[in-house]
Nanobody
C-alpha cells in the first residue's frame, strides 16, 4: 500500500546544490516518520535525515548539519532533502524511507524507494 519514488539526483560540482524529492503514496499520518539515507559503493547504508509528517521532530546526521535541510509538503505527500555546499564525500545513492517510529536506524524503516544517484565532482 506504500510507494516511495525519489527524484532530483544528478551530477553537480563541489559547492553546488541539489534538492531531492520523495513522492509518497498511501497513508501519511502525522505520527509517521520519513527518512533519507544514503549508500556509497562498498559502504553500509547510513542515516542522513528524518522528519515526522507533522514536522514537530527532525533529525540530521552530524556530517550534514548546516548543509542539508529536510522538509515536507503534506498536501502533496512529498518529503524533500535540500542539499547545499555539496562535497565529493556526499556522493552516494540516496534513498527515501518510511518508519512507524521516529528513528535514525535503518532497521526501523519498513518501506523504501528505489534510490536516486547523487554525484559530486571536485
Amino acid at each position: 500500500q506504500v510507494q516511495l519514488v525519489e527524484s532530483g539526483g544528478g551530477l553537480v560540482q563541489a559547492g553546488g546544490s541539489l534538492r531531492l524529492s520523495c513522492a509518497a503514496s498511501g497513508q501519511t499520518l502525522s505520527t509517521y516518520t520519513m527518512g533519507w539515507f544514503r549508500q556509497a559503493p562498498g559502504a553500509e547504508r547510513e542515516f542522513v535525515a528524518a522528519i515526522r509528517w507533522s514536522g514537530d521532530s527532525t533529525s540530521l546526521a552530524d556530517s550534514v548539519k548546516g548543509r542539508f535541510t529536510i522538509s515536507t509538503n503534506n498536501a502533496k505527500n512529498t518529503v524533500y532533502l535540500q542539499m547545499n555546499s555539496l562535497k565529493p564525500e556526499d556522493t552516494a545513492v540516496y534513498y527515501c524511507a518510511r518508519s512507524w517510529y521516529f528513528s535514525r536506524s535503518v532497521s526501523s524503516y519498513a518501506y523504501w524507494g528505489q534510490g536516486t544517484q547523487v554525484t559530486v565532482s571536485s
